[in-house]
C-alpha cells in the first residue's frame, strides 16, 4: 500500500508554511482557483511572454480584460531559461525581440512596476521558464513579489537541458524552500508540476500521473503547502478522461492536508496546421477539462504550429476555450463513464516503487532513474535509461511497447521493438492528421467517415 507519511515529512532546514487550504488565507493563485470552482468555472491561461516591459504589461492587460477567467503569465525567453543573463541583456540594450520576458535581466524593481495595478487576489500571475537551474530566477520572481511559478527537478532537467539530473534536484530543493519562505497570510506560495507534460507527447498516463505526484510530494517536502499536479491532453479522449480520474484520486491518497489542484495542458505536441483544426483541439481540451474535473486549463492557440502567438491571438483563445467549457457545463451534458484499463494501478505502482528508494524523495527519483524505476521513451537525457518505447494503438491510445525495468505489466506486444523514424514521425503526427481532416461534403461523408477510421487503425510503418 503507498504511505504518504514518509515522503511528505518536511525535510529538516526547510520552511514549511504554517497556513491551511483555506483560500482565504492561501491567497494569490490557489485562492483563485478555489473561488472559480466554487463558483463551477474553468480557468483559462495563456502560455504568453514578450521582451518588452511594454509589451508584456500589454499582454496582462489584455488577458485580465478578457472574457474568462483567467491567470496571467509571464513566460521567460531562452537566455533566461539557461541562466545567460548576459546575453539577455544585451538583447535589451540592442533591441532584439526576445521569445520570452527576461525576469532576471530587467530585475526585480522593473518586473515590480510592470506589474503595478494588474497582480492583484483576482488576478494572479504565474511564472513559466523552462529552467532546470533556476535559483537566480526564484530570486527575481519572489523579490518582485510573485508567488506561483512551476516546473520540476525531472520535468525542467530531462527534456530540455543535459544537466545531470541530481544536480537539477539539488538545484530545485533550494528553489523550493526560497519560494517556501517567502509564505505569508494571503500570499501562499504556489508551484505548479511540469510532470505530466513530459516531452509533450508519447508518454503513457501512468508515467505522467506518477511523475508529477511525485514532483509534488518534492514540493511538500522542501516546505511548499500548495500545489497544482499537470496533465498534458493526450491522444484518446477516453484513455484522459481515465487517466485526469487516476491523478486525482492519487493525489487525494498522498497529498492530504495540502491545497492542491489539477491543471490540464491543450494538446502539447504537433499542433493542427489549419485554424479550424486547432480550435477544434482546444475546444476539445477545454470540454474535457470540465468533464474530468481539471480546475485549470493552459491554452494554445492556432498560431502554435507556425510561430509565436500575438497578444490578441491568445486572448482569443482563452475566450473561446471558456465558452466551450461553458457549453460543456451546460445541464444537459451527461457525464460520459470512465474507462478502467489500469491506468491507476499502473500510476500507483511507479510512485510506490521509487518512495520505497529513499526516505527523501529527490533522492529517490535519482535512484530510480538510474534503476530505470522511471525511465521516460524517446528521451535522450543521459540520465535517463532509455529502454522504455511507447506507441499509440488501433484505437488512438498511447500504450507501453516496451517498460524496461520499470514495474509495470510486460506489453503483449512488441510494436515498439520494430518501431522505426518513419513510424515515429506517424504517431508524433497523429493528432494534427485527426484534427486537420478538411470536413467533409454530404456525399463524401460516408466514405471520409470510413477513410478516417481506416487511417487511424493502420498499422505504424516499420521499415524506413
Known amino acids: 500500500m503507498l504511505n504518504p507519511a514518509d515522503p511528505a515529512a518536511p525535510l529538516a532546514g526547510s520552511v514549511p508554511s504554517p497556513y491551511g487550504p483555506d483560500p482565504a488565507e492561501l491567497g494569490g493563485l490557489p485562492a483563485a482557483v478555489a473561488r472559480a470552482r466554487a463558483r463551477g468555472e474553468l480557468v483559462v ?42 546575453s539577455a541583456r544585451r538583447a535589451l540594450a540592442g533591441g532584439a525581440d526576445l521569445n520570452g520576458f527576461p525576469l532576471v535581466a530587467h530585475g526585480p524593481t522593473t518586473t515590480r512596476r510592470m506589474l503595478d495595478g494588474l497582480l492583484s ?49 539539488e538545484a530545485w530543493s533550494r528553489c523550493c524552500e526560497l519560494l517556501a519562505s517567502t509564505s505569508r497570510p494571503g500570499a501562499v506560495a504556489h508551484l ?35 500545489v497544482s499536479l499537470s496533465y498534458a491532453q493526450q491522444t484518446s479522449p477516453a484513455q484522459d478522461r481515465e487517466a485526469l480520474a487516476a491523478l486525482r484520486r492519487l493525489a487525494g491518497e498522498l497529498l492530504s492536508g495540502m491545497d492542491w489542484h489539477i ?50 491571438e491568445n486572448v482569443q483563445s482563452l475566450e473561446h476555450a471558456a465558452q466551450a467549457a461553458r457549453g460543456a457545463r451546460a445541464p444537459s451534458t451527461a457525464p460520459e463513464p470512465v474507462p478502467d484499463t489500469g491506468i491507476y494501478r499502473e500510476a500507483a505502482a511507479l510512485v510506490e ?3 520505497a528508494l529513499h ?47 520499470m514495474p509495470l505489466p510486460r ?26 481532416v478538411p470536413a467533409p461534403t454530404p456525399r463524401q461523408h460516408a466514405i471520409t467517415t470510413v477513410g478516417d477510421k481506416e487511417r487511424a487503425a493502420a498499422p505504424l510503418p516499420t521499415g524506413d
Open 192 to 226: 505548479e508540476s511540469f510532470g505530466g507534460c513530459m516531452l509533450g507527447q508519447l508518454c503513457p498516463p501512468s508515467l505522467l500521473i506518477a511523475l508529477s505526484v511525485l514532483e509534488c510530494l518534492f514540493f511538500r517536502q522542501h516546505g511548499l503547502r500548495s
Open 353 to 355: 516503487r521509487t518512495l
Open 411 to 436: 506489453p503483449a506486444s512488441s510494436a515498439g521493438a520494430r518501431l522505426t523514424s518513419t513510424g515515429l514521425l506517424h504517431m508524433l503526427h497523429y493528432t494534427q492528421r485527426r484534427y486537420d
Open 45 to 86: 491561461q495563456p502560455r504568453m511572454g514578450f521582451g518588452t516591459v511594454s509589451r508584456m504589461r500589454a499582454g496582462l492587460t489584455a488577458v485580465h480584460d478578457c472574457d474568462a477567467v483567467s491567470v496571467g503569465t509571464v513566460t521567460v525567453d531562452s537566455f533566461t531559461r539557461v541562466n545567460d543573463h548576459d
Open 121 to 169: 487576489e483576482h488576478f494572479p500571475v504565474q511564472v513559466r521558464h523552462g529552467s532546470a537551474l533556476p535559483y537566480p530566477l526564484f530570486q527575481s520572481l519572489t523579490e518582485a513579489g510573485l508567488t506561483a511559478t512551476e516546473g520540476g527537478p525531472v520535468s525542467y532537467c530531462l527534456p530540455y537541458s543535459r544537466t545531470p539530473l541530481d544536480d537539477s534536484i
Open 359 to 405: 526516505p527523501r524523495v529527490g533522492r529517490a527519483l535519482g535512484q530510480a532513474f538510474r534503476l530505470g524505476t522511471l525511465d521516460v521513451p524517446y528521451c535522450l537525457h543521459p540520465d535517463n535509461a532509455q529502454r522504455a518505447r511507447a506507441v499509440i494503438d488501433d484505437h488512438g491510445h498511447l500504450r507501453w511497447a516496451s517498460v524496461g525495468a
Open 263 to 312: 491543471v490540464l495542458y491543450t494538446y502539447m505536441g504537433v499542433f493542427p496546421q489549419t485554424r479550424a483544426g486547432a480550435l477544434a483541439l482546444l475546444g476539445d481540451s477545454a470540454r474535457l477539462a470540465v468533464t474530468a474535473g481539471a480546475e485549470r486549463l493552459i491554452v494554445k492557440t492556432p498560431a502554435e504550429a507556425h510561430r509565436i502567438p500575438t497578444i490578441e
